[in-house]
């Protein structure tokens, strides 16, 4: 999160309050950090993903990209301690 004020002033306000970011937000994210034309694999990959992530419509198609990102964290060593990084 850029600037970190929203972070804090929730923590600060609303600590037990779960936050969800729209598709379309979240995907602007991606194509900023990725750029549309990525050169490396790995940038092409989560590019990928995010693409995939904007034409999910249904709960098992939701389930295989979860599935799909926690196996990208988990190459990447985003999340080596947990299971399951949603829980």
Known sequence: MVGG???K?????WPDTW?????FHV???I???MT????????????QLGLRLIR??????????????VGVGRLLGVFPCREDPCA
């Open 9 to 13: 002033a929730k923590q600060a306000c």
């Open 56 to 69: 999910v419509t249904t709960r098992s198609q939701a389930e295989i990209w979860v599935e799909d990102w």
């Open 27 to 29: 995907f602007s994210q």
């Open 31 to 33: 194509k900023t950090a």
């Open 5 to 7: 004020g929203f972070a």
């Open 36 to 47: 549309t034309r990525p050169r490396l694999q790995a940038s092409g990959e989560l590019y």
């Open 19 to 23: 936050v969800q970011r729209c598709f």
